[in-house]
């Protein structure tokens, strides 16, 4: 499947591969992360989360890994089908204070 | 169940006129933010409500922008008077806090265009 080592604002991958969006965040302290998807014209809907005592969490042909240690965060999308086209946006939160959100990366999945 | 409403959803003004967006949070949710989203970048925090309270407006742009909460439900962002750099994508989100967690559900947005 396609990947990025570091965060790229596109990712483009055929149908039925799969996707990793990488996503690396700014504060040691935060507790708690999102993923987000946002089609054109929509606001972010939710994805997964894990918390930061977790390093994975499994969804619906979607895996979130956090590794601390390099303050790093990605998303993986098994099977990624054209409807999976769209802005994906890490977020990260700190306990009590508000979502901070990351870069976006555009994903294109072409049949 | 119904989502976060938020209307209007285009508006188009000229510069140095006021503006105003409405938001109905999901029945229930005690919290709610309201976001500004430039193109290309990731939604900002303007401002975040827990029931009637304004409990972070540290990002808020209080020369230009107010927000209110009334009776702890739905909320109303005003920008007056709207500058060009105002142009963005004005998100409303709510969520249910417990546990620590936040699922926050997001609106469609306002696309706010100042000529």
């Known amino acids: 499947g396609e990947s990025v080592g570091l965060h790229l604002p596109t990712l483009s991958v055929q149908e039925g591969d799969n996707s990793i969006i990488n996503c690396a965040y700014s504060n040691s302290a935060s507790d708690y992360f999102i993923w987000y998807k946002q089609e054109s014209g929509k606001g972010p809907q939710f994805i997964i989360d894990?918390?930061?005592?977790?390093d994975k969490r499994q969804g619906q042909r979607v895996t979130v890994l956090l590794n601390k240690t390099v303050k790093h965060l990605s998303l993986q999308i098994a099977a990624t089908q054209p409807g999976d086209s769209a802005v994906y946006f890490c977020a990260e939160r700190q306990a009590g204070t508000a979502l901070i959100f990351g870069k976006g990366t555009t994903l294109s999945v072409s049949s | 169940e119904a989502g976060v409403v938020q209307s209007p959803r285009y508006k188009i003004i000229e510069k140095k006129q006021p503006v105003a967006f409405w938001c109905n949070p999901i029945s229930g949710h005690n919290t709610l933010y309201w976001y500004r989203q430039n193109l290309g970048q990731g939604p900002e925090l303007l401002i975040r409500y827990e029931n009637e309270e304004a409990v972070d407006d540290s990002q808020l742009p209080k020369d230009r922008f107010s927000a209110e909460r009334l009776k702890g439900v739905d909320s109303t962002l005003k920008i007056q008077p709207a500058e060009l750099g105002d142009s963005a994508v004005y998100l409303c989100?709510?969520?249910?806090?417990?546990?620590?967690?936040?699922?926050?559900?997001f609106g469609p947005g306002t696309r706010l265009t100042v000529l």
């Open positions: 989100a709510s969520s249910l806090d417990r546990e620590g967690l936040n699922e926050q559900f």
């Open positions: 894990i918390r930061s005592n977790m």
